[in-house]
C-alpha cells in the first residue's frame, strides 16, 4: 500500500512538472500559426518614387534578435506537420467518400465530426515561444492583429 502511495505521488509531480513546461500544438493550432509566421515574412510594400518613376519597395518586419532565424527554422517544422495533417484529411475524406473523392451528404455529419477530431489532435510539435516584445510592435506598426492571433498559441503568454 505504501508503494502505491509514493508511486501516486510521483505521478502528480511528474505531472505537475509537464503542466509547466509548453504543450505541443494541435493541427488546428500548426495551420493557424504557420499562416502567422507567412504574414510575418511577407513584411510590408510601399509605393517609391523615383522623380516619375514608381516601383514597389519591399520592407521587412524589424523583429527581435534572432526570432527570425528561430521563425524560418519553425516553419519548416510546421510544414512538415502540416503535409501529415493534410494527408490525414485526405485519407479521411477517402474513408468517408464510399471510394470517391468527394464526401457525400449522407456521411456529410460523421465526416465533419472526424476531421474536428483530426483537427483537435496534438501534431507532437513542441514549437519554441517568443515575448510579444520581440514583435516590436512600435517598430512595426503594419503587423496585423490578425498576424497576432494567428500567433498566439506560440506566444509567451507571461510576457504581455
Given at each position: 500500500?505504501?508503494?502505491?502511495?509514493?508511486?501516486?505521488?510521483?505521478?502528480?509531480?511528474?505531472?505537475?512538472?509537464?503542466?509547466?513546461?509548453?504543450?505541443?500544438?494541435?493541427?488546428?493550432?500548426?495551420?493557424s500559426v504557420l499562416a502567422g509566421l507567412m504574414g510575418l515574412d511577407k513584411g510590408t510594400d510601399?509605393?517609391?518614387k523615383d522623380g516619375a518613376q514608381e516601383h514597389v519597395v519591399h520592407h521587412a518586419f524589424n523583429l527581435g534578435e534572432g526570432l527570425r532565424v528561430q521563425n524560418g527554422l519553425l516553419e519548416a517544422r510546421l510544414l512538415d506537420a502540416d503535409r501529415t495533417y493534410t494527408q490525414a484529411k485526405n485519407a479521411l475524406v477517402r474513408q468517408y467518400a464510399d471510394g470517391g473523392d468527394k464526401v457525400p451528404d449522407k456521411n456529410r455529419i460523421e465526416f465533419e465530426a472526424a476531421a474536428q477530431k483530426l483537427a483537435q489532435t496534438s501534431?507532437?510539435?513542441?514549437?519554441?515561444h517568443f515575448k510579444m516584445e520581440e514583435l516590436k510592435l512600435k517598430d512595426n506598426p503594419d503587423i496585423t492583429s490578425s498576424i497576432i492571433a494567428l500567433l498566439q498559441p506560440i506566444i509567451d503568454e507571461t510576457s504581455q
Open positions: 500500500m505504501q508503494f502505491i502511495k509514493i508511486a501516486m505521488l510521483f505521478l502528480s509531480l511528474a505531472h505537475a512538472e509537464d503542466a509547466s513546461k509548453p504543450a505541443a500544438l494541435t493541427y488546428e493550432q500548426v495551420e510601399q509605393i517609391a501534431s507532437g510539435l513542441v514549437p519554441p
